[in-house]
């Protein structure tokens, strides 16, 4: 745990908490806190800061937090994905939230299982707690927005432009033509990227052609078909290196210019 993250409702107006369960545990067991020891915390979808251990005991441990005043953005990639197994998306969401994405649309598919969406891991309390041990991984406080979708079609033609308005579209192909450092060679400061990811099957020649119509670009890593897992982890850390890459970029020509 590189950071200790807050609801909202567990902070009083002067930033005093009280942590119990695991979280106490890892705090007392782990870090090996005392009083006086500080630790980093965050609330979520809030600022971080730093939290001054006042008291430990063998139920709780309790802090004092001061909190930034910038609230970090929210990250500028997101993932739609078709639904892959559940014990496959159970070990993917503490990772997508630990890589950095703004929102998981989640989309049926020809080749996913309609038995998939009736798994208990597509509901809040089923996915939040992992999304949390993602960020805390992270340092990050930002949580995804997560909807999921049974009809692909209706999703891109009706919904898409209202979820993600604005941004590069690319869709991540086995033997995809552009490299994903080519397709976001121009991407500008602050320009989100969404990032459509198949099932392990693959999109069909349909779903391909809707994504095409509505501005995805396709791209690969290769002619190798991957599991989800390593798609998602390996594709998203191209995505960002890519963003980080064409913001430094922008950052030098602006120098050189004064």
């Not at 649309?105 to 998939?116: C, G, H, K, P, Q």
């Amino acid at each position: 745990m590189n950071l200790l993250l807050f609801e909202p409702r567990e902070l009083s107006p002067d930033g005093d908490a009280t942590v119990t369960g695991g979280r106490a545990a890892h705090l007392r067991d782990v870090l090996k806190v005392g009083p006086g020891a500080q630790v980093r915390v965050g609330v979520l979808d809030g600022a971080a800061g730093i939290g001054v251990v006042t008291s430990v005991d063998a139920r709780a441990v309790e802090l004092r937090c001061q909190f930034d005043a910038i609230v970090p953005p929210r990250p500028l990639v997101d993932l739609l994905l078709a639904l892959p197994r559940p014990k496959v998306l159970r070990r993917l969401w503490a990772q997508l939230a630990a890589l950095g994405v703004g929102r998981v649309i989640l989309t049926n598919a020809e080749r996913v299982e309609r038995d998939y969406f009736d798994s208990h891991v597509l509901q809040e309390d089923g996915y939040r707690p992992l999304l949390i041990e993602g960020l805390q991984q992270a340092r990050d406080t930002r949580m995804p927005a997560v909807s999921i979708h049974k009809r692909f079609k209706v999703l891109i033609e009706d919904d898409l432009d209202r979820l993600c308005p604005a941004g590069r579209r690319l869709v991540a192909h086995p033997g995809g033509d552009t490299a994903i450092g080519a397709a976001l060679s121009g991407v500008v400061a602050g320009e989100r990227v969404l990032l459509a990811i198949g099932p392990e099957g693959g999109w069909n020649d349909f779903e391909l052609q809707l994504l095409d119509a509505h501005g995805f670009q396709r791209v690969g890593m290769g002619p190798r078909t991957l599991a989800t897992t390593t798609a998602c982890i390996a594709l998203l850390t191209l995505v960002h290196d890519a963003i980080r890459s064409a913001e430094r970029s922008t950052v030098k020509n602006v120098e050189n210019m004064k």
